[in-house]
């Protein structure tokens, strides 16, 4: 597979992309780049910064100020840092989880991170996952994903990944906030989720991560 090559991989919260975007990526000697990352990194600075949720100029000039950066680490995982301080393990805070798509909404927010993740890939041999990657980031990238999955699958995924984290979640409430995301990033005006034109569209209900990486290797190497 040729190296400047890009991936779009899109879809709800909980589909299972991260997992599978990271392991395709590793496959294909390609680098991972998470974009929901970027946005949940604005969205911990603006409430570090005890910005109110609805000062959308405040959250918009979070976004220009501050200084986003993505390095591997050791054992494969990207690791996110702001102005050098590793957020990594905060952007995963449920606080974070409720607000992100109230400050993904923002169109500011959006141009700015739109660009980082235009220059992120312009060397090719990425897969960027996110919610509008082949629809709005990379329109021209040579391969685009769509993954689902039923709503009761990702809120029980979401929710052992939590719980893994440290985190006391109950499952109630983790769909309930799954349906409130799928609903605020689906009918944003700017760049809401949904599949390309020429995404191949992939239910992940039922299958593991290794069978859907199994099945977009042989879509991304079959042409
Ligand atoms: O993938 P995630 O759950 O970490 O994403 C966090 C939020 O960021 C999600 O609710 C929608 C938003 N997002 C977005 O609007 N556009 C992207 N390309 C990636 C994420």
């Given at each position: 597979?040729?190296?400047?090559?890009?991936?779009?991989?899109?879809?709800?919260?909980?589909?299972?992309?991260?997992t599978v975007a990271k392991m395709l990526a590793s496959k294909l000697g390609y680098v991972y780049i998470d974009?929901?990352?970027?946005?949940?990194?604005?969205?911990?600075?603006?409430?570090?910064?005890?910005?109110?949720?609805?000062?959308?100029?405040?959250?918009?000039?979070?976004?220009?100020?501050i200084d986003l950066s993505l390095k591997v680490d050791a054992g494969g995982n990207t690791r996110i840092f702001?102005?050098?301080?590793?957020?990594?393990?905060?952007?995963?805070?449920?606080?974070?989880?409720?607000?992100?798509?109230?400050?993904?909404?923002?169109?500011?927010?959006?141009?700015?991170?739109?660009?980082?993740?235009?220059?992120?890939?312009?060397q090719g041999g990425v897969v960027m996952e996110g919610r509008d990657i082949g629809t709005q980031v990379l329109?021209?990238?040579?391969?685009?994903?769509?993954?689902?999955?039923?709503?009761?699958?990702?809120?029980?995924?979401?929710?052992?990944?939590?719980?893994?984290?440290?985190?006391?979640?109950?499952?109630?409430?983790?769909?309930?906030?799954?349906?409130?995301?799928?609903?605020?990033?689906?009918?944003?005006?700017?760049?809401?989720?949904?599949?390309?034109?020429?995404?191949?569209?992939?239910?992940?209900?039922?299958?593991?991560?290794?069978?859907?990486?199994?099945?977009?290797?042989?879509?991304?190497?079959?042409?």
């Amino acid at each position: 597979m040729n190296s400047s090559v890009c991936i779009a991989i899109d879809g709800p919260a909980g589909a299972g992309k991260s997992t599978v975007a990271k392991m395709l990526a590793s496959k294909l000697g390609y680098v991972y780049i998470d974009t929901g990352a970027m946005y949940r990194a604005v969205t911990y600075q603006a409430l570090t910064d005890k910005i109110n949720m609805d000062d959308t100029v405040a959250i918009t000039q979070v976004a220009e100020a501050i200084d986003l950066s993505l390095k591997v680490d050791a054992g494969g995982n990207t690791r996110i840092f702001i102005n050098d301080k590793d957020v990594t393990q905060e952007i995963r805070r449920p606080e974070v989880s409720k607000n992100v798509s109230l400050v993904s909404r923002i169109p500011g927010v959006r141009i700015i991170l739109t660009r980082l993740q235009r220059e992120l890939a312009a060397q090719g041999g990425v897969v960027m996952e996110g919610r509008d990657i082949g629809t709005q980031v990379l329109p021209d990238a040579e391969k685009k994903f769509f993954l689902t999955a039923s709503v009761e699958e990702r809120a029980r995924r979401r929710c052992l990944e939590l719980q893994q984290n440290g985190y006391p979640v109950e499952y109630d409430q983790v769909i309930r906030d799954i349906i409130l995301r799928d609903e605020i990033d689906s009918n944003r005006a700017l760049a809401p989720l949904k599949p390309a034109p020429d995404a191949v569209i992939v239910d992940c209900s039922g299958l593991t991560a290794k069978q859907v990486v199994n099945m977009l290797l042989s879509m991304v190497s079959g042409g």
